[in-house]
C-alpha cells in the first residue's frame, strides 16, 4: 500500500501484549507521544506503558452525581415548599425524609448518564471516520490483533527511521496509514 | 496475579483461545442459522405477544374492570406481576455489577444475557402499572414538568419514588447494558460478512477501535457505573416494598419489608437466570462457557437468597406474634388457614422446603433437576407477591367490607402476554447480538494462557 501522498503515519502490528507493551514503552522513551496502542480487550499495563495513567472519568461522574444530589432535592424542596405548598395531616412542608428515595435515585441517574457520555465524550466517539478503518488488516483489531500506531503530528516522526524502529521492536508487518480525504 | 489465578478454578475450556472466543460467539450472530428450537420457541413467544396487544386493546376499550379487581382488592395481578417481573430484573445487574466488583470472573460468560433479561424484565414490570392506571393515557403526570395546571406530583408519596427509582433502573440498565456491548458491536462490525451488518454493527459500534486510553476510560467508566448500579439495585425493591410497608394495611406495615424483599429479588432473579441459561447452553453448545461451575455457583447464591427469603417469613410470623396487635394475629392466621390457604402453603413448598435440595451436590451437579427447582421457584416467587398483596387486602379491618378476588381471564392472558413479551425480546436479542461478552471472554482467556503457560496456543486450529 505504497503511497505519494501524505501518510497519517505508520501502523505496526505485534505478535502479543508483551511485545506491544515492550515497544510502547519504548518509542515512549525514545520520545514519541503522538501514538496509540489498539488491543481486542483491555490490557493491563499498556495504558501505564504509555505514560497515561490517569483519566478524568472519576471527576465526570462525581460533578454528574452531585448535579443530580442538588437538582433532585432543589426540585423538591422548590415544588413542596414553594410552588405547590399542600398540607398534608399537618406535616411540615419540607419533611425531608421523604425526600430522600428521589434525591438518590436522581443522584444515581445523572451520574451514570455523566459515566457514559462522559466516557464517549472523552474518547472522541462516536466517530464513524477513521484514517485506521482504510487499512483492512486493522478489522482484527477487534478479535485477536495487537497494533500500534504513530502518527505522522508526532515531532519525532520520520517515515524511514520510525520504520526501522518499528521494525527493530519486533513489528510483524508495518503498514502506511492513508491521511484522511 | 498468577497466584489467585492458578488457585481458582479457570471458568472457560483450556483449550479456548483469544481467536476461537471471538469465532465461536460471534458465529451464533454472523453465520449459523437459527437452530430449530429458536424458530419453535420465538413462534411460541410471538404468539403471546399477539395474546398481550389483544389484552392490552381491549383494556384500553373497556378499562381495568375486565380485570378481576374490586374493592377492596384493587391491586390484583397488575401489582404481583410487576413486582415479580422487577424482582427477576436483579439478578442481572447483581451479577454485572455486584459479581465485577467483587471480582468474580466467573460472571462473565453469563453477564451479557443477565443484563438483557433485566432489561426485558423491566419492560415487562413497567407496562403493568402504567395498564393498572386506568387512563394510560396520563402516565406523564407522574413526571414533575411545568404544567398549565400548576400541579406537581407528590414527592411525598411511595409510588412517586416508585416511578423515578424504576426509570433510573430501566436507564441505567440500558446504558450498562449498550456501555458492555460497544466492543462486542466493534468485533460484530468487522467480522460480519454482509454490507448490511456492517453498517447496522458499525452505526451501533459508534466507531469504536479498542485503542488503549480508550480502554482505560472504558473501563473506568464500566467500573464507575457498576458502583453505581450496585446500589441502586437495593434502593429499587427497597422502594418497590415501600409501596406496601409505608402504607398501615396489616401484613404490609413491616419494617422487615426491604431487606426480605431484595433477597426475595435476587432469589427470584437466579432462579430465572438459571431457568434460561439451562436450556440456552443445550441449544447452542455453549457448555465450553457456560460450566457446570457455572450452575453450581448460581444454585448456591439461590439458596443463599433463599434461606434470607426464609428469614424474612420467619420474622414476619415471630413480629405478628411477639407484638400481640390483633390486626396483625388475624391476618396471620388468615393468611395460613383462611380462603387462601392453599397459595400460601404452596408458596412455603416452592420457596423454602422443594428448594433445600440445593444443599446436595449431585442436585446441583445436574442440569435437569436444578432447571426444575428454579422453575418451581419462579412459581413460588410470583406466589409469594399474589399471598402479599390479595390476602392482606381481602380481609382488613372491618368484617363488613371484607372480599374476594378472582382473576380473570384478561388477568391471565396480560400475564402470560407479557411473558411472551419477555421471551419473544430474548429470542431477539440471542439471534442479533453476541449473548455472551465477547471482549471480557477474550481477556478471561488471555489471562488464563498468561498463567497456564503457552501451552494453550497448541490447540489452535
Known amino acids: 500500500m505504497k503511497t505519494t501522498q501524505p501518510t497519517a503515519g505508520l501502523l505496526a502490528e505485534f505478535g502479543?501484549?508483551?511485545?506491544?507493551?515492550?515497544?510502547?514503552?519504548?518509542?515512549?522513551?525514545?520520545?514519541?507521544?503522538?501514538?496509540?496502542?489498539?488491543?481486542?480487550?483491555?490490557?493491563?499495563?499498556?495504558?501505564?506503558?504509555?505514560?497515561?495513567?490517569?483519566?478524568?472519568?472519576?471527576?465526570?461522574?462525581?460533578?454528574?452525581?452531585?448535579?443530580?444530589?442538588?437538582?433532585?432535592?432543589?426540585?423538591?424542596?422548590?415544588?413542596?415548599?414553594?410552588?405547590?405548598?399542600?398540607?398534608?395531616?399537618?406535616?411540615?412542608?419540607?419533611?425531608?425524609?421523604?425526600f430522600v428515595p428521589v434525591t438518590f435515585e436522581l443522584t444515581i441517574l445523572t451520574a451514570a448518564l455523566f459515566a457514559v457520555l462522559g466516557m464517549l465524550g472523552l474518547n472522541g466517539l462516536p466517530?464513524?471516520?477513521?484514517?485506521?478503518?482504510?487499512?483492512?488488516?486493522?478489522?482484527?483489531?477487534?478479535?485477536?490483533a495487537y497494533f500500534l500506531w504513530v502518527k505522522s503530528e508526532d515531532p519525532q516522526f520520520h517515515e524511514q527511521t520510525t520504520r526501522e524502529a518499528l521494525r527493530k521492536l519486533q513489528a510483524q508487518e508495518v503498514w502506511d496509514v492513508p491521511s484522511e480525504p | 496475579m498468577t497466584d489467585t489465578h492458578v488457585q481458582s478454578d479457570p471458568s472457560t475450556e483450556p483449550r479456548q483461545t483469544v481467536r476461537s472466543v471471538s469465532q465461536q460467539i460471534s458465529a451464533i450472530v454472523l453465520t449459523e442459522g437459527p437452530p430449530r428450537g429458536w424458530w419453535a420457541g420465538f413462534l411460541v413467544s410471538f404468539l403471546l405477544v399477539m395474546l398481550?396487544?389483544?389484552?392490552?386493546?381491549?383494556?384500553?376499550?373497556?378499562?381495568?374492570?375486565?380485570?378481576?379487581?374490586?374493592?377492596?382488592?384493587?391491586?390484583?395481578?397488575?401489582?404481583?406481576?410487576?413486582?415479580?417481573?422487577?424482582?427477576?430484573?436483579?439478578?442481572?445487574?447483581l451479577i454485572s455489577a455486584?459479581?465485577?466488583?467483587?471480582?468474580?470472573?466467573?460472571?462473565?460468560?453469563?453477564?451479557?444475557?443477565?443484563?438483557?433479561?433485566?432489561?426485558?424484565?423491566?419492560?415487562?414490570?413497567?407496562?403493568?402499572?402504567?395498564?393498572?392506571?386506568?387512563?394510560?393515557?396520563?402516565?406523564?403526570?407522574?413526571?414533575?414538568?411545568?404544567?398549565?395546571?400548576?400541579?406537581?406530583?407528590?414527592f411525598r408519596s411511595p409510588l412517586i419514588w416508585d416511578f423515578f427509582a424504576v426509570g433510573t433502573y430501566a436507564t441505567v440498565s440500558l446504558m450498562f447494558w449498550y456501555v458492555g456491548l460497544i466492543p462486542d458491536l466493534a468485533t460484530l462490525r468487522d467480522r460480519s460478512r454482509t454490507g448490511r451488518g456492517r453498517i447496522i454493527y458499525g452505526f451501533l459500534a459508534m466507531g469504536w477501535r479498542g485503542s488503549a486510553r480508550h480502554w482505560k476510560r472504558y473501563q473506568s467508566a464500566y467500573l464507575l457505573l457498576a458502583g453505581l448500579a450496585t446500589p441502586l439495585v437495593i434502593s429499587v425493591h427497597t422502594i418497590v416494598s415501600y409501596d406496601f410497608a409505608i402504607s398501615i394495611l396489616p401484613g404490609w406495615h413491616a419494617t422487615v419489608f426491604p431487606p426480605y424483599f431484595v433477597a426475595g429479588a435476587i432469589y427470584s432473579g437466579f432462579a430465572m437466570v438459571l431457568t434460561l441459561s439451562i436450556p440456552l447452553r443445550a441449544v447452542y453448545r455453549l457448555q465450553n462457557f457456560v460450566t457446570d461451575r457455572h450452575l453450581d455457583n448460581m444454585a448456591k447464591v439461590m439458596l443463599a437468597s433463599g434461606l434470607v427469603v426464609a428469614y424474612g417469613y420467619l420474622m414476619e410470623h415471630f413480629l405478628a406474634w411477639y407484638g400481640g396487635h390483633q390486626l396483625e394475629e388475624f391476618m396471620l392466621l388468615n393468611r395460613m388457614f383462611?380462603?387462601?390457604?392453599?397459595?400460601?402453603?404452596?408458596?412455603?413448598?416452592?420457596?423454602?422446603?422443594?428448594?433445600?435440595?440445593?444443599?446436595?451436590?449431585?442436585?446441583?451437579?445436574?442440569?435437569?433437576?436444578?432447571?426444575?427447582?428454579?422453575?418451581?421457584?419462579?412459581?413460588?416467587?410470583?406466589?409469594?407477591?399474589?399471598?402479599?398483596?390479595?390476602?392482606?387486602?381481602?380481609?382488613?379491618?372491618?368484617?363488613?367490607?371484607?372480599?374476594?378476588?378472582?382473576?380473570?381471564?384478561?388477568?391471565?392472558?396480560?400475564?402470560?402476554?407479557?411473558?411472551?413479551?419477555?421471551?419473544?425480546?430474548?429470542?431477539?436479542?440471542?439471534r442479533l447480538l453476541p449473548m455472551i461478552s465477547i471482549f471480557e471472554m477474550r481477556e478471561l482467556v488471555h489471562e488464563h494462557e498468561h498463567s497456564g503457560g503457552a501451552s494453550a496456543e497448541a490447540g489452535t486450529s
Request: aromatic share 18%; proline share 7%; charged share 10%.
Open chain 2, 52 to 93: 398481550l396487544l389483544v389484552s392490552v386493546g381491549w383494556l384500553f376499550a373497556k378499562g381495568v374492570g375486565i380485570w378481576g379487581i374490586n374493592q377492596p382488592v384493587g391491586w390484583g395481578f397488575a401489582i404481583v406481576n410487576f413486582v415479580w417481573w422487577i424482582g427477576i430484573g436483579h439478578a442481572g445487574t
Open chain 1, 16 to 98: 502479543d501484549t508483551d511485545a506491544l507493551i515492550a515497544a510502547a514503552r519504548r518509542l515512549h522513551a525514545e520520545g514519541y507521544r503522538q501514538f496509540e496502542c489498539y488491543t481486542p480487550f483491555p490490557v493491563e499495563g499498556l495504558a501505564e506503558a504509555m505514560e497515561f495513567r490517569r483519566t478524568r472519568m472519576p471527576l465526570v461522574v462525581l460533578c454528574g452525581a452531585l448535579l443530580g444530589l442538588v437538582v433532585g432535592y432543589g426540585l423538591q424542596y422548590w415544588t413542596t415548599v414553594i410552588e405547590y405548598p399542600l398540607n398534608i395531616g399537618g406535616r411540615p412542608l419540607h419533611s425531608w425524609p421523604s
Open chain 2, 338 to 430: 383462611g380462603p387462601y390457604a392453599w397459595s400460601y402453603w404452596a408458596l412455603i413448598g416452592c420457596n423454602i422446603l422443594i428448594p433445600q435440595l440445593l444443599w446436595f451436590k449431585s442436585v446441583r451437579a445436574r442440569p435437569l433437576p436444578l432447571f426444575f427447582i428454579a422453575i418451581v421457584i419462579n412459581i413460588g416467587m410470583w406466589l409469594e407477591r399474589y399471598v402479599i398483596v390479595v390476602t392482606s387486602l381481602h380481609r382488613d379491618f372491618l368484617p363488613s367490607s371484607w372480599g374476594m378476588y378472582e382473576p380473570t381471564f384478561w388477568d391471565w392472558s396480560t400475564y402470560l402476554g407479557t411473558i411472551g413479551l419477555f421471551a419473544a425480546l430474548l429470542f431477539l436479542f440471542i
Open chain 1, 127 to 144: 466517530r464513524p471516520h477513521h484514517p485506521l478503518f482504510h487499512i483492512r488488516e486493522f478489522s482484527r483489531a477487534s478479535s485477536d
Open chain 2, 98 to 154: 455486584i459479581l465485577l466488583l467483587f471480582r468474580q470472573e466467573w460472571r462473565t460468560s453469563i453477564n451479557r444475557f443477565a443484563e438483557a433479561m433485566t432489561l426485558f424484565a423491566v419492560a415487562c414490570a413497567g407496562l403493568f402499572p402504567l395498564l393498572h392506571m386506568g387512563r394510560p393515557q396520563f402516565f406523564f403526570w407522574f413526571i414533575p414538568y411545568p404544567s398549565t395546571t400548576g400541579m406537581w406530583p407528590q
